[in-house]
C-alpha cells in the first residue's frame, strides 16, 4: 500500500462544475504538496500546506492533520484546468528526505 | 518565473549515443533530486544529493549517472542511451523539508 493514496484518478465534469480530489496519507507529515502536471510534463507547485486552508484564485486545498487526509477543489471549473493533479508528502524514509507521490488525479474538464 | 531550469526541453537521440540532461537552480538549494516518469504513471526518485560532492541512489534503479560539483547544478548523463531510457526526467530542488521546486522536465526519446 502506497504512503499517499489519491481518489479519484480520473475525473471527467462540465465546464463550471466543483471539483473535489481527495489524498489520504498513512504516516505523520509535516506538509503536503499539490502539484499539477500539464501535458507537456512540467510539474508547478501549486500548495504547500501543513494545516488548515490555502487559497490562490479558483483553487483551494484543505488538510486535516488528524484525519490524515487532504482535499483539492476546484471551483467554477474550466478546460484550461485540465491536467494531472499529483499530492506528494515529503517523509524520512531510511534517514534520507524523500518526496512521496500520490498516483495522480486525470482531470478533463469538457467545454 | 522558474527559478530551476532543465534543458534540453525535448531529445530524441540514436541508441548508443551518449547524453547529458541539464538541470540548473538559482536558489541555493543544498538539496536536488531526479525523477523518472514514463507516460501515465508515477514519478520514480532516481538520483538525489545533499549537497556538492554528495549524490545517492534513489528508490528506481536507473543506468543513469549524476554528478554535483556546483550547488546549482546537478546534471544527469546516459553513457550508452537505449530505447529503455525513453521517459521523462524531472528536476527538483528543496531548500528544507517541505519546500520543493520542480523543473518544467526532459522528455527524451532514444530511437
Known amino acids: 500500500k502506497n504512503e499517499v493514496e489519491q481518489s479519484p484518478q480520473n475525473l471527467t465534469a462540465q465546464e463550471g462544475e466543483f471539483i473535489t480530489i481527495n489524498c489520504s496519507y498513512s504516516v505523520g507529515i509535516s506538509a503536503l504538496h499539490w502539484l499539477q502536471q500539464h501535458p507537456g510534463g512540467g510539474i508547478v507547485s501549486l500548495f504547500m500546506l501543513s494545516s488548515g486552508k490555502k487559497k490562490h484564485g479558483r483553487l483551494i486545498a484543505t488538510i486535516n492533520i488528524q484525519e490524515k487526509h487532504s482535499s483539492l477543489h476546484i471551483t467554477a471549473s474550466h478546460p484550461r484546468d485540465s491536467a494531472v493533479y499529483i499530492c506528494?508528502?515529503?517523509?524520512?524514509?531510511?534517514?534520507?528526505?524523500?518526496?512521496?507521490f500520490g498516483q495522480g488525479t486525470r482531470l478533463t474538464i469538457n467545454p | 518565473e522558474a527559478d530551476i531550469y532543465q534543458t534540453p526541453r525535448y531529445l530524441v537521440i540514436g541508441t548508443g549515443k551518449k547524453i547529458t540532461l541539464e538541470c540548473s537552480q538559482t536558489?541555493?538549494?543544498?538539496?536536488m533530486y531526479w525523477y523518472q516518469q514514463d507516460p501515465g504513471m508515477e514519478l520514480h526518485l532516481i538520483h538525489y544529493?545533499?549537497?556538492?560532492?554528495?549524490?545517492e541512489k534513489g528508490d528506481l534503479s536507473s543506468e543513469s549517472t549524476v554528478s554535483r560539483i556546483r550547488t546549482e547544478h546537478f546534471p544527469l548523463t546516459l553513457e550508452s542511451a537505449r530505447p529503455s531510457h525513453t521517459s521523462q526526467y524531472l528536476c527538483?530542488?528543496?531548500?528544507?523539508?517541505?519546500?520543493?521546486?520542480f523543473g518544467s522536465g526532459t522528455r527524451l526519446t532514444v530511437v
Open positions: 536558489m541555493g538549494h543544498d538539496k
Open positions: 527538483a530542488s528543496s531548500e528544507y523539508q517541505s519546500s520543493y521546486t
Open positions: 544529493s545533499y549537497g556538492v560532492n554528495s549524490t
Open positions: 506528494a508528502a515529503p517523509l524520512i524514509i531510511q534517514g534520507a528526505q524523500k518526496l512521496v
